[in-house]
Structure formats: C-alpha cells, structure tokens
C-alpha cells in the first residue's frame, strides 16, 4: 500500500484536473494538470528545463553550460523574454507525490569538446534511479532520451517533503551549431528532465451524490 504524508490543505483546490474520455491535448506542467487515469489518485507529467539561449547569461558562460549540477524551471507559456507576464516556476514535487519515472532529454545541446562520454543525469528524485542521457560519438544525445525503469504505481512511498528536481552534467555542454530545417536560426537547445508522479485524490463531496432533503415539521410526504 502506498504510504503518503501529504496535507491535503497545502494541495486544494486543484489548478485543474481532467477525467478519461475525449480530451486530447498533453496534460500541462505549467499549471500542474492532472488526470484522474485510477479512482483514488491523480497522476501529473512534471517537465522542467534549462535553456541554453544565448541570453541565458546567469547559467552560461561565454556560451558554455559548465559541468555541474542545476535547478531546473517549468518555462512560461509566454515566450517573449521582454514581456512575460507568467514568470518561468521552479520544478518542484510535492510532498506526498510517488515518483513512478523520471526522463532526460537533450535537444539541440552537444558536448563542448565532442568525446562521446558526458553524461546529462536527472537529480534531487532519489526513487526511481534515474538514467543517463550519454553523449554519442558525435558530441550530440539521442535525440528520444532516456528514462528510468519503471517503478510499480502500488507500492510506493511518498515524497517526505516538497522535493526541487535538478539535473547534473559530467562535463561542459553548448548549444546545437545545427540550423534548424526550413528557418534562419539554430535548433532550439535545452535540457528536458520530465517526472511522473501521482497524489492521492480528494475525497467524494456533497456535489458528487444525491442526498435527499430533510423533512421539515408539518410537511407532508
């Protein structure tokens, strides 16, 4: 059985939540949607980032990504950096989430000095062990990424307290010289570190039943 500590009150409501049937859109990291896919839990789709873009001067240095270990950001929907009324959140799990995956992805980011062994590691989430994204001989990853093995969904602990995702290079990383198909600029470049998890439900309310009126004093059946 599925151990939680969460408190609830830190939790409600909900920023929204969805329901199996004809909805066919991903679920969004940005405002923490759910999906009720079991009675009783709701499972989230967590993805944060670190974006190697030129501008990005308080991670890059001279263009390089240093080898170290990182916070990462769910980014805005508002992609203009002039004017961005919803500000990039820190990748944060809650307390009482069961982490069943973690993922990593690189797209668009190659080694600084192309040797075919950096590794880009998922960090903070203890369980499941996360898995490397490794540089392939010609400095780049695989463009599908990595992910952990998967973790049974009904055996699992909850996270003891809110949990900061990061992610851990081995070595020195740039963004893509690559041009990107049919456009006048370089592939995108960032670092995608994606991770599943699920949070008990709330409990059935007063909307979700029929209960009957009470019967006041002289009213007849």
């Given at each position: 059985?599925?151990?939680?500590?969460?408190?609830?009150?830190?939790?409600?409501?909900?920023?929204?939540?969805?329901?199996?049937?004809?909805?066919?859109?991903?679920?969004?990291?940005?405002?923490?949607?759910?999906?009720?896919?079991?009675?009783?839990?709701?499972?989230?789709?967590?993805?944060?980032a670190i974006v190697l873009n030129p501008d990005n001067e308080g991670l890059l240095v001279g263009g390089?990504?240093?080898a170290a270990t990182y916070d990462l950001k769910v980014l805005s929907p508002d992609m203009r950096q002039?004017?961005?009324?919803?500000?990039?959140?820190?990748?944060?799990?809650?307390?009482?989430?069961?982490?069943?995956?973690?993922?990593?992805?690189?797209?668009?980011v190659q080694e600084a000095t192309v040797a075919g062994t950096t590794t880009i590691t998922p960090a903070?989430?203890?369980?499941?062990?996360?898995?490397?994204?490794?540089?392939?001989?010609?400095?780049?990853?695989?463009?599908?990424?990595?992910?952990?093995?998967?973790?049974?969904?009904?055996?699992?602990?909850?996270?003891?307290?809110?949990?900061?995702?990061?992610?851990?290079?081995?070595?020195?990383?740039?963004?893509?010289?690559?041009?990107?198909?049919?456009?006048?600029?370089?592939?995108?470049?960032?670092?995608?570190?994606?991770?599943?998890?699920?949070?008990?439900?709330?409990?059935?309310?007063?909307?979700?039943?029929?209960?009957?009126?009470?019967?006041?004093?002289?009213?007849?059946?």
């Amino acid at each position: 059985m599925a151990t939680f500590s969460f408190d609830h009150e830190q939790r409600t409501p909900w920023n929204n939540q969805i329901f199996p049937g004809n909805y066919v859109a991903q679920l969004n990291a940005y405002r923490d949607q759910g999906v009720v896919a079991i009675p009783g839990a709701v499972f989230f789709r967590g993805v944060g980032a670190i974006v190697l873009n030129p501008d990005n001067e308080g991670l890059l240095v001279g263009g390089v990504l240093p080898a170290a270990t990182y916070d990462l950001k769910v980014l805005s929907p508002d992609m203009r950096q002039d004017d961005k009324p919803r500000l990039d959140r820190p990748f944060i799990i809650p307390e009482g989430a069961v982490v069943y995956r973690t993922a990593v992805n690189a797209v668009g980011v190659q080694e600084a000095t192309v040797a075919g062994t950096t590794t880009i590691t998922p960090a903070g989430i203890t369980t499941p062990t996360a898995t490397s994204a490794t540089a392939e001989a010609d400095g780049y990853f695989n463009p599908v990424g990595e992910f952990s093995a998967f973790v049974s969904i009904l055996d699992g602990t909850g996270l003891a307290s809110d949990t900061a995702v990061q992610v851990t290079t081995s070595a020195n990383v740039v963004a893509s010289q690559k041009p990107s198909a049919g456009a006048c600029r370089k592939s995108p470049s960032a670092i995608i570190v994606e991770v599943c998890y699920y949070l008990p439900d709330k409990v059935a309310g007063a909307d979700e039943l029929h209960i009957p009126y009470g019967v006041e004093a002289g009213q007849g059946y």
